[in-house]
């Protein structure tokens, strides 16, 4: 069993930045980042391979957002710069212990956190 602990959200000005931080309580073979707007379905933002680094980052979100790792502290981290109103929405980590599959699919993550919500204003 892995706990994921998420912080960092908050309410930010559009073109503002926030870092969105992801605490696993054990050994996990990828983790990501999704969130899920009102009215929306929830969508896969950014992944990352605990042990190689490789990282993968949606087109939306290409070029603004940043998923990087400590596996000193266990932590993944994803940096939210030059944020827009639609990016307003529940934050989600996810983990996994095994491999394969799309890194976006919803249904590959065993472990999911709370949700941490961040709210970019106009």
């Known amino acids: 069993q892995v706990q994921l602990a998420e912080s960092g959200g908050g309410s930010v000005e559009a073109g503002g930045s926030r870092r969105l931080t992801c605490v696993a309580s054990?050994?996990?073979?990828?983790m990501a980042w999704f969130r899920q707007a009102p009215g929306k379905e929830r969508e896969g933002v950014a992944a990352i391979y605990t042990g190689s680094g490789r990282t993968y980052v949606s087109d939306s979100v290409k070029g603004r957002f940043t998923i990087s790792r400590d596996n000193a502290r266990s932590t993944v981290y994803l940096q939210l710069n030059s944020l827009k109103p639609e990016d307003t929405a529940m934050y989600y980590c996810?983990?996994?212990?095994?491999?394969?599959?799309?890194?976006?699919?919803?249904?590959?993550?065993?472990?999911w956190g709370q949700g941490t919500q961040v709210t970019v204003s106009s």
């Open positions: 996810a983990a996994r212990r095994d491999f394969g599959g799309n890194w976006y699919a919803n249904d590959l993550y065993k472990y």
């Open positions: 054990g050994y996990t073979s990828s």
